[in-house]
T-cell receptor, first 115, second 112 residues
């Protein structure tokens, strides 16, 4: 089946640095991708909708200057956590919409730990 | 906006028994209801889904039922096995938006 790849799968960084997470659709084109955040033992919270070639749409309460999203191609969306702080430590998951089939596929997630 | 509630938060069953997880949603416009299984440290995997034009769907040991009037849907797993142990999430969305609102999750433990 279709695969969505996230990289890195885990990252540890110092407070104040920026971290970029990539989400790739490997065998289909995705004009729309979604970014979620998941705290331990909690549900997935939608952060933003990433639209290829246009600005991302952020959910209420999500700082767009803090979480920069770029969707420059039909197979790649990136999430950059800027000036990361320990409270940004979380599991970040993306999903990609296969526009041909209408199916939504999830990545394996990226665990961010900010020291 | 949509709100999805899920119960129970934890569920332990003996191997071979059935497990039932229930979700309710608030937005009557929601018409697509997927269920996901998430193992530790991994992304969610779709296990079954149902659209609002049907009341029940079954795939081997897994079934989902939907009651549109009451705005609730349930996941049924029969003949549970230890490998069914995971966290299960329900979700609701409106066709065309693909903005999934997830339930709070159920941690299922199947005891051997």
């Amino acid at each position: 089946g279709a695969v969505v790849s996230q990289h890195p799968s885990w990252v540890i960084c110092k407070s104040g640095t920026s971290v970029k997470i990539e989400c790739r659709s490997l065998d289909f084109q995705a004009t729309t991708m979604f970014w979620y955040r998941q705290f331990p033992k909690q549900s997935l919270m939608l952060m933003a909708t990433s639209n290829e070639g246009s600005k991302a749409t952020y959910e209420q309460g999500v700082e767009k200057d803090k979480f920069l999203i770029n969707h420059a191609s039909l197979t790649l969306s990136t999430l950059t956590v800027t000036s990361a702080h320990p409270e940004d430590s979380s599991f970040y998951i993306c999903s990609a919409l296969d526009q041909n089939t209408g199916e939504l596929f999830f990545g394996e997630g990226s665990r961010l730990t900010v020291l | 906006g949509e709100n999805v509630e899920q119960h129970p938060s934890t569920l332990s069953v003996q191997e071979g028994d059935s497990a039932v997880i229930k979700c309710t949603y608030s937005d009557s416009a929601s018409n697509y209801f997927p269920w996901y299984k998430q193992e530790l440290g991994k992304g969610p995997q779709l296990i079954i889904d149902i659209r609002s034009n049907v009341g029940e769907k079954k795939d081997q040991r897994i079934a989902v039922t939907l009651n549109k009037t009451a705005k609730h849907f349930s996941l049924h797993i029969t003949e549970t096995q230890p490998e069914d142990s995971a966290v299960y999430f329900c979700a609701a969305s409106t066709s065309g938006t693909y903005k999934y609102i997830f339930g709070t999750g159920t941690r299922l433990k199947v005891l051997a």
